[in-house]
């Protein structure tokens, strides 16, 4: 898998966009980007994904550059129970290919 | 909706000692990925089974083996335990090549004293 980039750590106020980036220079045409998060030790879960369009669905919006060398994750409206640890993997889709999990970005949403 | 059922969710086993850890995936599902994460790690993968063949396989140690059943029911059995095998152990399933993600169970945390 290509290796993507994230920023630490990322503060948000309760009720505002959180916008979190990713950089994956090296991605393949045929990799797409996921992202997952994991809210304190609980089972990674999946928000959403795409290759090279925009995507929304009811957790977020993903934001792919066109050159797809970088994206944002967009929770709309974060809540306090968005506090996690996010993560973008790329990813060959339709495969049964490993995710492999790089240093994400811990979001914290303050009230 | 049914979820990756992971067991037992806690364990604690003594070092040198064996632990079996089991994974029941989402029905129909047929790959089962396992992996570790430490505390304050992210996770790392271990090992992968599709149609229960072996079908990658990460940093996952000799001490360790893992088969994935004819039901598609995975275990993952660690032997000679040491202190730094304490870790979270997720499982999660997918169905390629629709749909694209996978889902995690909650994991075993595992405990080694």
């Known amino acids: 898998d290509a290796k993507t980039t994230q920023p630490p750590s990322m503060d948000c106020a309760e009720g505002r966009a959180a916008n979190l980036p990713c950089n994956h220079s090296?991605?393949?045409?045929?990799?797409?980007v996921y992202w997952y998060r994991q809210i304190h030790s609980q089972g990674p879960q999946y928000i959403i994904h795409?290759?090279?369009n925009n995507e929304t669905n009811e957790m977020a919006s993903l934001i792919i550059t066109e050159d797809r060398k970088s994206s944002t994750l967009i929770l709309p409206h974060a809540t306090l129970r968005d506090t996690a640890v996010y993560y973008c993997?790329?990813?060959?889709?339709?495969?049964?290919?490993?995710?492999?999990f790089g240093k994400g970005t811990l979001l914290t949403v303050n009230p | 909706a049914a979820g990756v059922i992971q067991s037992p969710r806690h364990l604690i086993k003594e070092k040198r000692e064996t632990a079996t850890l089991k994974c029941y995936p989402i029905?129909?599902?047929?790959?089962v990925y396992w992996y570790q994460q430490g505390p304050g790690q992210d996770p790392q993968f271990l090992i992968s089974?599709?149609?229960?063949?072996?079908?990658d396989k990460g940093s996952i140690p000799d001490r360790f083996s893992a088969q994935q059943f004819s039901d598609y029911h995975s275990e993952l059995n660690m032997s000679s335990l040491e202190l730094g095998d304490s870790a979270l152990y997720f499982c999660?399933?997918?169905?390629?090549?629709?749909?694209?993600?996978?889902?995690f169970g909650q994991g075993t945390r595992l405990t080694v004293v």
């Open positions: 090296t991605i393949s045409g045929n990799e797409y």
């Open positions: 999660a399933s997918s169905l390629p090549p629709t749909p694209p993600e996978a889902f």
């Open positions: 795409g290759l090279k």
């Open positions: 993997i790329v990813r060959v889709e339709g495969s049964n290919y490993k995710l492999t």
């Open positions: 029905p129909r599902h047929d790959t």
């Open positions: 089974f599709y149609e229960k063949m072996q079908s």
